[in-house]
């Protein structure tokens, strides 16, 4: 019963230097494919934010972010009819045909659809002293009401390459 009664000395010393412990943590590395932000100064190692966020966009926008490389909104390429030539039956060409066409309607859909998405993905990483520099942008109040990542990329190239 003695143990439980009033701790000894050491016990005190032990205990006090353990709440005094201070446990180490060590620095997080950045994950692979992860985006950094992009900060505002001099040294912000652009390139590095650049080829970083169009890894991660390819990845989640797939052609989409074809726009990081070209600076232009990516646009599929209309099927051919003469591609379709192996086809001697005309019913198969027809459907053959028809179901290309498809295809190319539903990615460019997904292509609209997805410019939202990808401007907000691009806005994410983006500082606050970054953000206020890209709102000073000529077109800023165009694409910012239209969520044109394109053209939010273009004004970032500007912002960084002058």
Do not use: C, R
Not at 102 to 127: G, R
């Amino acid at each position: 019963m003695a143990s439980q009664s009033t701790p000894t000395k050491e016990q005190t010393d032990k205990s006090t230097w353990q709440a005094k412990k201070k446990t180490y943590v060590p620095p997080v590395k950045k994950q692979p494919g992860e985006v950094p932000i992009l900060y505002l100064h001099k040294g912000s190692q652009f390139h590095v934010f650049m080829d970083a966020i169009s890894k991660a966009a390819m990845k989640e926008y797939g052609h989409s972010a074809k726009m990081f490389e070209t600076n232009v909104k990516y646009v599929p390429s209309l099927p051919n009819k003469a591609s379709f030539a192996f086809l001697t039956d005309p019913d198969d060409f027809k459907a053959a045909w028809t179901e290309a066409i498809k295809s190319y309607t539903k990615e460019m859909l997904n292509v609209d659809t997805q410019a939202p998405k990808l401007y907000s993905f691009i806005w994410q990483y983006l500082s606050v002293g970054s953000i206020e520099e890209i709102k000073q942008h000529k077109d800023f109040a165009k694409f910012s009401v239209e969520k044109d990542p394109v053209a939010l990329w273009k004004a970032i190239v500007e912002t960084y390459n002058h």
